[in-house]
């Protein structure tokens, strides 16, 4: 049994993979989804890391999921646990020493424009659940974003890049560069937008154990 460490994107929380976890048990798996401490001012990476290493308590069998901004943490977190796996889910892949305020310019990120926040994150969504999601959303005013991000270089340990083919915010072409200039490799697919936790569980759920 493999217990999945699910880290939550920018302003999020564990709820966000409320739908995947009981998918992922179903497949004879373990799911650990911890609040990031993102409403701490004093909470950096180092804090974030520590959040996910303690609800991992003593699992060796370890597989780290990054979704959007949590691609920041996952990386610390799986070179910290040994993980067996490490995904980027629609997630933000960093650089050594870049800084997560940098990484937008860096990556020549550019904003979808005149969409609304649910379109950009929740199109195919049930309303009701972008909705619930939203009303989870909690501010991030933690200091992460102006530290360097601490690695040399990436964890050797395996890596994938999953992203989601109806996504808005970061568009496909957007990601599949980013993966290849930052990990030389071809991001999987998925269907789904941004969220696609809340979309498309049971197919994501699928695709995580199959990489085991």
């Avoid at 979808?112 to 009701?128: A, W, Y």
């Avoid at 200039?181 to 697919?189: N, V």
Wanted: aromatic content about 8%.
């Amino acid at each position: 049994m493999t217990t999945f460490a699910l880290i939550h994107g920018g302003g999020g929380s564990g709820w966000d993979f409320h739908l995947l976890i009981p998918e992922l048990e179903a497949r004879g798996h373990d799911a650990v989804a911890p609040d990031l401490p993102i409403t701490d001012p004093a909470a950096g990476l180092a804090e974030f890391t520590e959040t996910v290493l303690a609800a991992l308590g003593d699992r060796t069998d370890v597989a780290v999921v990054g979704h959007s901004y949590g691609g920041f943490t996952a990386p610390l977190v799986a070179a910290k646990v040994r993980a067996r796996l490490l995904v980027y889910l629609t997630g933000m892949i960093p650089a050594p020493g870049e800084q997560p305020g940098q990484w937008w310019g860096n990556t020549g990120f550019e904003a979808p424009k005149e969409l609304s926040e649910t379109e950009q994150f929740f199109n195919g969504v049930p309303v009701e659940l972008a909705e619930a999601c939203q009303a989870h959303g909690r501010e991030q005013v933690s200091k992460e974003w102006d530290e360097p991000w601490p690695l040399p270089a990436h964890p050797d340990v395996p890596t994938r890049v999953l992203l989601a083919r109806d996504d808005r915010f970061f568009v496909p072409d957007f990601q599949r560069r980013v993966a290849r200039e930052r990990l030389g490799i071809e991001p999987d697919e998925i269907d789904g937008p941004h969220c696609v936790p809340l979309s498309h569980a049971g197919a994501l759920a699928d695709r995580l154990v199959s990489y085991l």
